[in-house]
């Protein structure tokens, strides 16, 4: 952290933070996946609000190469799922989630964002990857429909926080896929 430029340092404060504001116990997706919301769009403005549009212009492009890393690394997770699924010998579904694999780290997305201190992939990553970033998405959805008002969003955020996990993931699902289920 000692080596990293303001906006990262901002964005790990801003993370944080998030989770003082809604924190649901024994829900990582929701908790992570809010906060790396709120992270973004509080450097986005805060960049924005000091002038500092070159900065702001880096961490806009990191922030798209992130989301295509989670979008492989999304994809590769549904295939994997879908896979788990067939009735398949134990070796043949062995030998096809290494061939995921092996494709993944060939893929140059992959190969670029990993830039080898991830290693090499695997459930674990996928899992990690995933808690973090499955349901961005859909609290960036969230915001947008509360035209960029963050106590009207933390509102939204707060009473999806009281619904029971199944209910609160399906709403969230749906703010992606377009169709508003967002409480008001």
């Given at each position: 952290?000692?080596?990293?430029?303001?906006?990262?340092?901002?964005?790990?404060?801003f993370h944080e933070l998030a989770h003082h504001v809604?924190?649901?116990?024994?829900?990582?997706?929701?908790?992570?996946?809010?906060?790396?919301?709120?992270?973004?769009?509080?450097?986005?403005?805060?960049?924005?609000?000091?002038?500092?549009?070159?900065?702001?212009?880096?961490?806009?492009?990191?922030?798209e190469r992130e989301r295509e890393f989670a979008r492989l690394l999304e994809a590769t997770r549904s295939r994997l799922e879908a896979l788990y699924r067939m009735p398949l010998p134990p070796e043949e579904k062995r030998?096809?989630?290494?061939?995921?694999?092996?494709?993944?780290?060939a893929n140059p997305v992959y190969k670029r964002h990993a830039g080898g201190y991830l290693g090499g992939p695997n459930n674990a990553l996928l899992a990690a990857f995933a808690s973090y970033s499955q349901l961005v998405p859909a609290f960036e959805?969230?915001?947008?429909?509360?035209?960029?008002d963050l106590g009207v969003f933390y509102e939204r955020v707060r009473a999806m926080s009281k619904l029971d996990k199944d209910e609160r993931?399906?709403?969230?699902?749906?703010?992606?896929?377009g169709v508003s289920t967002t409480l008001r």
């Open positions: 952290m000692l080596r990293w430029g303001d906006a990262e340092v901002a964005r790990l404060v809604v924190y649901v116990k024994g829900d990582t997706a929701f908790n992570e996946s809010f906060a790396v919301a709120v992270e973004r769009e509080g450097v986005r403005r805060w960049l924005a609000s000091t002038g500092r549009s070159s900065e702001l212009a880096k961490f806009l492009q990191t922030r030998a096809r989630k290494r061939a995921e694999f092996d494709k993944l780290a959805r969230t915001l947008a429909d509360a035209k960029g993931t399906r709403r969230l699902e749906a703010q992606v896929s």
